[in-house]
């Protein structure tokens, strides 16, 4: 976040003036970026946006140029900061190496983008990684996160075999769909619960001895079967990423 934006919510936050209002100059430019009203993004950010300082956030953010649904943000914002609201200290930079100097608010930033191009990285590449899927594996792998993504495409025929017989004459996309919906829903899960680091090439999982535990609970009743039925619920799957 810049300089500019940053001193803007210093001022609101000294003035107790944080809650977005309906003529907020904003509103019109950020909206159309989003294909919808003015008043409807306002709703929306009133309905999803609690705390008036992130719904400050959220629009210096988008007015920025990281343009999310007020849904969406509030999906990421969950996944950052869990269940405590950002405080006005989140604006504060402090130094993390010499000279060089980040605030919570500059993470959030940087979060947002890794998952926004997770999203336009599958696009391109003519496959499909669902919004939630993005934030668990950005969240998880952080700069790694689509090395992991290459990692899936480069082992797309290992990862056919897995599935089992009647996967091998589906497309590469719909395989990639099926392994990072996988990768996203059980192996990263199931990792962190038993205490293990997520396997930075997704065969790792299944070839590494150290993730035998894991295999288990992820597939138990056999690795084809329980792969090639993993499937996304994603509540936002069917909605723009914009």
Not at 91 to 107: P, T
Request: hydrophobic content about 40%.
């Amino acid at each position: 976040m810049d300089n500019e934006i940053a001193g803007a919510l210093q001022v609101l936050g000294t003035e107790n003036a944080l809650a977005v209002r309906e003529t907020d100059p904003r509103l019109p430019q950020i909206a159309s970026q989003l294909r919808m009203g003015p008043e409807a993004l306002y709703r929306q950010i009133q309905r999803w946006i609690e705390s008036p300082l992130e719904q400050q956030i959220y629009m210096a953010l988008a007015h920025g140029g990281n343009v999310l649904r007020p849904a969406k943000f509030a999906e990421v914002l969950a996944a950052y900061r869990g269940s405590s609201p950002l405080t006005i200290e989140a604006l504060q930079r402090k130094e993390v190496a010499k000279d060089i100097y980040c605030s919570e608010v500059d993470d959030l930033e940087r979060f947002i983008e890794t998952i926004q191009g997770l999203v336009e990285a599958a696009s391109f590449a003519e496959f499909k990684c669902t919004f939630r899927s993005a934030i668990v594996i950005a969240q998880t792998y952080g700069e790694n996160a689509e090395k992991v993504l290459d990692s899936i495409q480069g082992q797309v025929q290992k990862i056919a075999a897995l599935m089992g017989e009647s996967m091998r004459t589906r497309s590469d996309a719909r395989i990639m769909n099926q392994a990072i919906n996988f990768l996203a829903r059980k192996i990263i899960p199931t990792c962190q619960s038993l205490g293990l680091p997520a396997p930075l090439s997704f065969m790792e999982f299944f070839e590494g001895g150290g993730y035998a535990a894991a295999r288990r609970r992820c597939v138990p009743n056999g690795w084809k079967v329980g792969f090639a039925t993993t499937r996304s619920n994603d509540r936002y799957d069917e909605e723009s990423n914009a």
